[in-house]
């Protein structure tokens, strides 16, 4: 069982599907909470309508703010980002050093706007693994500004963790070597071994 849920964006290609959000990520629990913001293909369609309804099944929007919480006394502050798209940064100035930051960006071009915020974990979607993964040659397109750099998997990039999802759907009907994926993360506090 998860302790945070959480989701980049994404959601819907089609307004039909509103109706299936109370009994597929509303069934979804996490002690410390749910948290999402929404991504390129909701800003095409309603986000607002959208928003209401991931809201309204229990999911905290943090789209352009900063939410903190405490678990077993550590602290930690998950902001959402939806740029460039919809709304702005959120703002990490208040966050204390010691508290652990995590930003939802929906696109991993954010990276270095989070590097600059001190970000730890930085969790992304939008290019979905590149869709289309060729043995030797790797994705062949992601629609970012890094190309390809940013298509799927974890990245170190000082102080940021980038962990980009390549989720579970697509725009096109097209995913070749590049599986849909959940993803699980285990965050271990550095400072203290776990009994």
Partial sequence: RADLAVFTGDLLDNMRLLDWIPATLGRLDAPLGRYFILGNHDWKLEPDRIRRAVSDSGWTDVAGRVVCLEHKGDKLAVGGDELPWMGEHPDFSAVPDETFRLLLSHSPDNLEWAREQRVQLMLSGHNHGGQVVLPI?????????????????????????????????RKHPL??????????????SGGRSSG
Avoid at 155 to 162: M, N, Q, R
């Fill in 137 to 169: 040659v790797g994705p062949i397109y992601s629609p970012s500004r890094y190309g390809v750099r940013y298509a799927g998997g974890s990245f170190w990039s000082e102080p940021t963790l980038l962990y980009v999802s390549r989720g579970v759907s």
């Fill in 175 to 188: 995913r070749i070597n590049c599986l849909p994926e959940i993803t699980k993360l285990v965050l271990r």
